[in-house]
């Protein structure tokens, strides 16, 4: 079932998320990402020469439509229901799922497909909102307000809420380990203030969403012992 995506403003589809520039690696040959919008990240990661090839899936036609110029190929569609048959069973180097993950009914199986589409040496990079935002808590706490709206932490077509353990467990999958979680929020915000003026104590309550980038976790090292 397709959520209701009226009313979202131009920029919802046509941001390049350059914040996660800490977690990409120098170069990946093939970039998958899904909920590419009008794929101005892959037009960014392709100008700083962080990407070759780029495969895009996004859930409506326009947006798709102009962010076909920076992608191979980008299908229309559930990412849900396309991802596990997309692109001919193709591996990639870097695949993106930037605040996409919690507009899924099963988020988890999404993880589990995407860990087999990863190359063995590539990398996932995710972004999610974190619900223990003092956005979210302050209202809930103070007036019991659970307020949805068009864009943000309660955006009104999210259907998975994340906290820092969460979002780092559902980067993991079964077979992926997290090499790196950011918290994040805007520099210059209120936020970002009162997590500078407390010396970080604050930083998942001031964090807007978190950034994570896992790859497969290594084989376990044989057991040494004496020579047979």
Known sequence: MLQDYDGKSA???STARVEIEPLLPAFSARVLELGCGSGQTMRWLRETGRAGQGWGVELFEQP???ARTHFEDVLVGDAE???ERAFDGKQFDLILCLDVLEHMIDPWRCIETLQHRLAPEGKLVISVPNVRCLRVLAPLVLRGEWSYGEEGILDRTHLRFFTRES???LASGTELRVE???AHRTADSKLAMLNR???GRLDDLTAVQYLISASHAPLPRPLSGPAP
């Open 197 to 199: 003026w407390t010396l």
């Open 11 to 13: 920029s919802y589809f």
């Open 64 to 66: 798709a439509t102009r």
């Open 167 to 169: 979002a780092q467990a």
């Open 81 to 83: 229901s396309l991802v």
């Open 180 to 182: 790196l979680c950011l």
